[in-house]
């Protein structure tokens, strides 16, 4: 069985801060780890994903994660944090041979001026 | 291309009523999931599909749901009798291959409320 946990359902920033959104992951087998973006009334999209190539990923909007075996962690961050950045933000974890992601259960992002 | 769309955005309805949500994945996609967000349980996996062909319905919380993806262009998720607590938001996904390293790609969901 394979799960995330997302720490924090909610976390505030103030602009031009780090931003930090923490994913651990559960899974017996090596995982591939994806970080999508929902905005209001909006589906989710990808920002980035880990599928084994290197360890450091970047996505768009300025945001990058870091896959830590060692710590089963995959947190999501970006230097400074910018107004459109305000989202939900899920994890989710996937492997060879699962054709459907397990997503966390999500950390609302809230960015003050 | 138009993306992964979703029809109604909203839909309120009755409790016992019939519900049909739709979809149409993105052309050329093999694959389409139907997942449901709710504040309580997050966002679920209730069934996908392959090659219009349903391969995992273990996410289907009862009898009351059932699934169809009659073509390549078109999937329906329907709720019969609906309860008050099938409110959330559907969300279908669709992918090329299915891999599990590739990029879902969602619509904008339907937002269910069971009065």
């Known amino acids: 069985a394979q799960s995330v946990t997302q720490l924090g359902s909610h976390v505030s920033v103030s602009e031009g801060a780090l931003v930090l959104l923490r994913c651990n992951y559960s899974s017996s087998v090596p995982p591939y780890l994806f970080w999508y973006v929902q905005y209001p009334n909006q589906g989710l999209q990808l920002l980035l994903k880990?599928?084994?190539?290197?360890?450091l990923v970047k996505g768009i909007n300025g945001f990058e994660a870091e896959f830590k075996k060692s710590e089963t962690s995959f947190h999501l961050t970006k230097p400074s944090a910018h107004m459109s950045d305000a989202a939900e933000y899920f994890c989710?974890?996937?492997?060879?041979?699962?054709?459907?992601?397990?997503f966390g259960s999500g950390t609302r992002l809230q960015v003050q001026p | 291309d138009a993306g992964v769309i979703q029809s109604p955005r909203h839909e309120v309805t009755e409790m016992g009523q019939e519900v049909t949500l739709r979809c149409k994945p993105i052309s050329g996609h093999d694959y389409l999931f139907w997942y449901r967000q709710t504040m309580m349980r997050g966002l679920e996996l209730l069934i996908y599909?392959?090659?219009?062909?349903?391969?995992?319905d273990s996410g289907m919380p009862e009898d009351r749901f059932s699934a169809k993806m009659p073509n390549a262009s078109f999937s329906t998720l329907k709720i019969q009798p609906s309860e008050p607590r099938d409110s959330a938001v559907y969300f279908c996904a669709s992918t090329k291959n299915g891999r599990a390293n590739e990029k879902l790609f969602f619509g904008s969901g339907t937002q269910l409320s069971v009065l």
């Open positions: 880990y599928t084994s190539a290197a360890t």
């Open positions: 989710a974890v996937s492997h060879t041979g699962r054709r459907a992601l397990t």
């Open positions: 599909f392959n090659n219009n062909v349903p391969i995992d």
